[in-house]
């Protein structure tokens, strides 16, 4: 169907191009611009004066002031957002997105927070600040009687003082803060202390001024710790959060950690130090899912194992971890409901961990480890026998003379928008009587496997002598492409509207684009 702007509204015929949809109810258009990509929505404005402001309905709001703008451009973006409220009139907006990093007037952004906090029984609110560790105001007092919004979004260098009070937000789920100053340990106390049924916390440090991260809240369930900066200093973390089910530490500066005594984790994922790692290992016995890597995993060895004091943990079914296979042994006695396992470039089968605890020789073992050993340090040269023709995937490496032997394949493992190659050990194997049944089990298993895929897997990759892993990034040209495409919006010479993320109407200024 083509949308034209005829002003006649003669009746549709075949011949004529009669702008039908602009005809439709406003919710109904509304509803319509929310599910396209929220750049395609607000080219609309320029069909019609019917289409011009209908960006201010949507139930997403974005607005981004770019970085050249003079000082009166900047104003005229302020009342333009402003004016864009103002015609929504009382509908409420779901989330609200203000991205001011490069030409911030604090006075009118409190001025707009009271109106959104006020008027607009805003859901979800995101703030983006200049880096100029500027004390911003907040109107805690509304925020207090504020009962729908749910998620906070706060991010920049300026500085974050929250007063003690009992309750700052009544409704408040979600809370994420990235690279803010504080005025001191105590406003992140207080801020989680006066969110009531606080959910989820995520926070990525920088600079702060922080010494102790002290986190206390009985709702939360969710903590994400970020401190990827290497900073010298005697800092702390300490969380008291008796039902906290999942927990994720990238840390690089913290020197002490400490937890509530009873944790109900589910999952935790964990990138630390060598030397602080011990003091968390032993709150995380409850996990069933749990990852554990160090910016040193060398030094995690059994040489120093008996300094880790590895607690047992019976409900754990899958573990990720950076540690050398010279952990193996330790971790399969702590573990005993083991299921799965994943060191560094290489997978375990259930199969595998079944039949290695039933090896009561513990020669064999050994063998079977230092086997491992060789295998994944990409010694694989003259030590591999393919099972079959048919089957180019599947390799099996003795591990004696008596028969013992290991089947295993290259398979990959998706980290982090990642493809990376690791070695899958399927079983260990006495003998030949089993071979064929597990080959068939594990041909089985790859044909659900794209051609791309199978393709990723033979691929061999050398570092000298040594076969090493193969990674590839995942990176979607055609979404690129259309954020190209997004940048280069035609727009008007005084201000346009671009997009941010689905739904969304995203406000801002940028000069045209001439081809």
């Known amino acids: ?26 919710e109904l258009l509304i509803k319509i611009l929310s599910m396209p990509p929220s750049f395609e929505a607000n080219q609309t404005r320029i069909l019609s004066n019917r289409w011009k402001n209908l960006y201010a309905f949507l139930p997403n709001l974005s607005f981004v002031i770019p970085y050249y703008l003079t000082l009166e451009q900047t104003n005229k973006f302020y009342d333009f957002v402003d004016q864009t409220l103002a015609i929504r009139g009382d509908v409420p907006i779901q989330s609200f997105y203000l991205n001011c990093e490069y030409k911030c007037d604090y006075d009118r952004v409190y001025d707009l927070l009271c109106t959104l906090v006020g008027h607009f029984r805003l859901q979800q609110l995101v ?14 007092d509304l925020f207090r009687t504020c009962d729908t919004l749910v998620e906070l979004t706060l991010d920049g ?14 409704c408040l789920k979600k809370i994420s803060l990235v690279s803010l100053m504080y005025s001191g340990d105590h406003s992140l106390t207080n801020l989680v202390s006066g969110c009531p049924v606080l959910d989820e916390l995520s926070v990525e440090r920088n600079f702060d001024r922080m010494v102790t991260f002290k ?6 369930k969710t903590l994400r710790i970020t401190f990827t900066k290497f900073i010298f200093g005697d800092y702390k973390v300490a969380v008291d959060a008796p039902n906290l089910e999942y927990l994720y530490v990238y840390d690089n500066m913290t020197n002490h950690y400490s937890f509530t005594n009873s944790l109900s984790l589910i999952e935790a994922d964990i990138h630390h130090d060598a030397e602080t790692i011990p003091e968390i290992i032993p709150f995380l016995s409850s996990a069933k899912t749990l990852k554990l890597t160090c910016h040193a995993s060398w030094d995690l060895d059994l040489e120093n194992v008996h300094g880790l004091n590895l607690p047992m943990f019976p409900n754990l079914v899958r573990l990720v971890t950076g540690w050398g296979l010279n952990m193996l042994p330790v971790l399969l006695n702590n573990i005993p409901n083991l299921e799965h396992i994943t060191f560094l470039y290489v997978i375990f089968n259930d199969s595998f961990l079944k039949s290695i605890r ?10 079977v480890h230092s086997l491992l050993m060789r295998l994944s340090s990409g010694q694989r040269v003259h030590r591999v026998d393919k099972v079959s023709h048919d089957s180019v995937l599947v390799k099996q490496s003795q591990v004696n003379s008596k028969g013992l032997s290991l089947v295993w394949a290259i398979d990959i493992e998706k980290v982090n928008k990642q493809s990376m190659q690791v070695i899958h050990v399927w079983d260990i194997l006495q003998g030949t009587a089993n071979l064929q049944q597990l080959t068939r089990r594990i041909n089985k298993f790859y044909k659900r496997y794209s051609d791309k895929e199978l393709n990723y897997c033979k691929v061999k990759h050398y570092d000298g002598n040594l076969e090493v892993p193969k990674i590839w990034s995942k990176v979607d040209e055609q979404e690129n492409l259309s954020n190209l495409m997004a940048s280069m919006s035609l727009v008007k010479e005084a201000g346009s509207i671009a997009s941010s993320s689905s739904g969304a109407a995203q406000a801002i200024w940028r000069p045209k684009v001439k081809f």
């Open 1 to 26: 169907m083509v949308i034209t702007t005829n002003k006649s509204h003669k009746k549709s015929s075949p011949e004529t191009n009669e702008d039908i949809i602009s005809n439709f109810p406003h």
């Open 127 to 140: 703030l983006i600040f200049p880096n100029d560790r500027f004390k911003v105001r907040f109107c805690w």
């Open 157 to 170: 260098y300026f500085v974050l003082d929250v007063p003690e009070y009992e309750v700052l937000f009544p």
């Open 215 to 220: 986190v206390s809240s009985v709702s939360l």
């Open 358 to 367: 039933d090896i009561e020789n513990l020669e064999y073992k050994k063998e």
